[in-house]
């Protein structure tokens, strides 16, 4: 891997900063590296999760859907160098946004079938990179569980919230 | 001074460690903790700082969080193979739920800094830990993104249905219901 590169991933995410050079490697080996035009939809809302990105260079707009034909929204940029969709590489699940870019970009695509040959194969990139997406996973599971717990220490109180939220949900999906 | 019991016997019983030569088995021995609670005996308290995870060889441990006027939500239970006090293998921060016995269990401890120093030495025993961690982890998301759905799907529902159907939803994982025991009434969401 280009030293430059490597220095410029290992320093600024923070997912990747427990790998030694020689394990970044391994996951940069089968890695697709893109060169993508500006306007190219990246990952898709509701689409399953089947790769984690490394914007390498450029910048991409975090898209979300604001209601059943209704369009969508811009909700944040991403800068390089930086990653998302990395929780694909645990559990697969649909996408929560939708990622486009908004300069000439580089990509690295993480496949996660070639992921989980790491993972199989006990590769120390595979559980680093791991464990460092367990402390996200462990926090929303914490935030979620904080979320009924406020309902059980309140229900009369929060029936009204539990109210609003769902005429939110429904107008959003009128 | 009481001599540590050898935590090998009871290694040997467990799933989690099959596949290791003896020699693997010998190093992991050293730092896993024989420890015998009795029922109420408390592994975990909420709020304090997670230094230690323990694997269940044998009996149960449930895991709860409390609320005012005496009541609690309980979160589950775990049996032999289980482990409790996952925080402590990710990030060390608070224990977000107590962890108490259930039935007379023998458990091997293990505190924070001896896993991670098995970590970043590649041991294959902290990376097979790891993986079951995350596997339960991901499925308890999925379980909590069910219940609060359910929970925004039909408020016109009363207040008693809604924390029912919370209950009920605990069956996604086991048998939900909400009761009252010794005077401390308790809902169950398994997750």
């Known amino acids: 891997m280009d030293a ?3 220095a410029n991933l290992v320093s600024r995410i ?17 890695s697709k590296l893109m060169r993508v035009q500006p306007k190219v939809t990246v990952l898709k809302e509701g689409a399953p999760g089947n790769a984690m990105f490394i914007l390498v260079e450029g910048k991409c707009a975090v898209l979300k859907a604001i209601g059943k034909g209704r369009g969508q929204t811009e909700v944040a940029t991403i800068s390089a160098p930086s990653v998302f969709g990395e929780m694909a590489l645990i559990d697969g699940a649909p996408r929560s946004a939708t990622i486009v870019t908004e300069t000439q970009s580089v990509l690295m695509q993480v496949n996660l079938n070639s992921f989980n040959a790491l993972r199989k194969a006990g590769k120390p990139a595979a559980f ?46 009128d | 001074m009481q001599r540590r019991e050898d935590p090998l016997p009871y290694m040997q019983q467990l799933p989690l460690f099959k596949g290791f030569s003896p020699t693997e088995l010998e190093v992991l021995s050293t730092v896993f903790l024989v420890r015998r609670l009795a029922p109420g005996d ?16 044998a009996g149960s441990l449930e895991s709860f969080k409390e609320l005012p006027g005496g009541r609690r939500l309980e979160l589950g239970a775990s049996g032999a193979g289980g482990i409790v006090g ?15 016995a259930l039935a007379p269990s023998i458990i091997l401890e293990c505190n924070r800094a001896d896993f991670l120093r098995l970590f970043k ?7 097979k830990i790891l993986d079951l961690v995350i596997t339960d982890l991901s499925h308890r998301l999925r379980s909590m993104d069910d219940i609060l759905d ?25 048998d939900g219901e909400t009761e009252e025991q010794d005077g401390v009434k308790k809902y169950h969401v398994d997750i």
């Open chain 2, 150 to 174: 359910k929970m925004l799907s039909d408020p016109s529902k009363t207040l008693t249905s809604v924390l029912d159907a919370l209950a009920q939803v605990s069956g996604l994982l086991g």
């Open chain 1, 14 to 30: 923070p997912l990747f900063q427990p790998l030694k050079p020689e394990e970044l490697d391994e996951i940069v080996k089968f």
């Open chain 1, 128 to 173: 680093k990179i791991l464990r460092q997406l367990s402390g996200t996973l462990a926090q929303r599971l914490d935030e979620k569980v904080e979320r009924l717990m406020e309902f059980y220490r309140n229900p009369e109180k929060n029936m009204a919230r539990i109210e609003q939220l769902f005429l939110s949900r429904q107008m959003s999906q």
């Open chain 2, 86 to 100: 996952q925080k402590a293998l990710i990030d060390g921060k608070k224990q977000m739920s107590m962890v108490k």
């Open chain 2, 42 to 57: 408390m592994l975990f308290k909420e709020n304090e700082a997670s230094a230690s995870f323990a694997i269940i060889v």
């Open chain 2, 121 to 127: 030495a590649d041991s294959p025993f902290a990376y």
């Open chain 1, 4 to 6: 430059k590169l490597y």
